[in-house]
């Protein structure tokens, strides 16, 4: 399929996610202190959906995980971050993970939001997190909502994590945005307790 404009050449989903598999115990591992990880089956999913992805086999161009606090999304953009380091040179270049926050940070700076935008593979976790509009000396900006749009137009490889509902992501980046995500990234949502109490 390739819709995306990232994918790993050569790759299948079934060779890569035993390697994001590994990455993601390793990382609960070292997070947790523990020897052994069970991987629960919306994990698994999350998993094999990037696999998917960064393969080219997914109809989609991005992902969105959804979901409540601690249920291993964040973890599973580190997987991918350690799985690309290993596999290829693209992560030498930049950090793979951008928090939503430290975008709205950057909001200013026209040449570092230009270059999120035109990545080949743009991971951004904890999007509703940020101000939905940033404020510059009378110059109202929107860095994610611009992000998303470029990326849209581009058929961008995407991923993203929030905590926030459907809902609270339509009335965060507004009706068009929204759809557009709808059109273009696979959901997965995380519900039930957090990890991190267990």
Known sequence: MMRGS????????????????EAYEEEVQW????????????VALGLQAVAELLTGESRETGLLLLGDVGRGKTTILKAIQQTLIKTTPLSKNYDLIVSATTIARYCTDVERIDNLSRRP????????????????YGTTYTPISEILEVRYNALSTTILTTNASKEMLKNHYGNRIFDRMREQYRLIVFRGESYRGI
């Open 121 to 136: 593979l743009l991971i951004v976790d904890d999007i509703g997190t940020e101000p939905s509009e940033v404020q510059n």
């Open 6 to 21: 990232f994918f790993l050449d050569g790759w299948t989903s079934e060779v890569l996610y035993p390697y994001l598999v």
């Open 31 to 42: 997070r947790r202190c523990v020897e052994s990880v069970d991987l629960d089956d919306k």
